[in-house]
């Protein structure tokens, strides 16, 4: 065994072992949500899709997760918008500016959530926003921004400016050299930030609590309010739901890009 071996070995085992740790406690809601009692009771003693039935027939669950996801979705396209012309901007500002600026557009995910969510209830309590749907994008804009700007200004430092530049001689207006230059560079770290903000908004339930109404309530809040108020068990399905959800769009992008690099490595392989 050679030393590079040596030396990886023992890290994947210790990041498996943290990974293990840090997802096995969430595992557990799985089993729970095909329980056939009215408990959180574990181990299983029965199964039953009973929890699951309830979860797709009651208004309450179904509304706050078309909520969510109407609310993450417009969310993560916005912020992945303002993200990238952010992070474009931040390029062409000199190096102080840009680390304050950058680390202003930071502060959503530096400040505490709760303080934050204080802060925006008593902005909108003047502006009228709050329980409005327009008054929770934006709350979730603020904060999914910086998860769009992180991936994108990574991948902006691994881009060749001579690129640009030659693409700008060459004749190339503005648009054109985003969209055949910049952009196929930056697509990785793009699609990495409409994930982060999609998840960012879908998860979040500090400022959701606060910014809820009667009509507008994300499902975390519906989930945090079946804990509080009434013992619910069919939060253990929204849970499961949720979890899988969030997987399937963390994973998918890897998977599709694996695939791909198969493809090409295979491709070449022919060829040679």
Known sequence: MNEPT??????????????LLLVAPTLVVIPLSFSDKRSFAFPIEGWSLQWYEKFFTDQRWLGSLGTSLWIALVVAIVATALGTLAALGLRGLRARLAATAQVTMMLPILVPGIVAAIAIFGMYLRWGLSGSPLGLVLAHLALAL???????????????????????????????????????????????????????????????????????????????????????????????LLL??????????RLVQVVRERRAAKRLGDVE
């Not at 899988?244 to 992008?253: A, Q, R």
Request: proline share 8%.
């Open 6 to 19: 040596r030396i990886r070995l023992p890290l994947r085992i210790w990041a498996a072992v943290a990974a």
């Open 146 to 240: 910086p998860f769009v700007l992180i991936p994108v200004g990574t991948a902006l430092r691994g881009l060749d400016e001579t690129l640009v530049r030659a693409a700008a001689v060459l004749g190339a207006g503005p648009v054109a050299r985003f969209t055949q230059v910049q952009l196929p560079i930056l697509l990785p770290g793009i699609v990495t930030g409409f994930i982060f903000a999609f998840v960012t908004s879908l998860d979040e339930v500090v400022v959701a609590y606060f910014l809820q109404s009667p009509t507008v309530r994300t499902l975390p809040v519906q989930m945090y309010s079946s804990v509080t108020v009434e013992t619910d068990p069919s939060i253990a399905a929204a849970s499961t």
């Open 244 to 253: 899988v959800l969030s997987t399937l769009i963390i994973l998918i992008p």
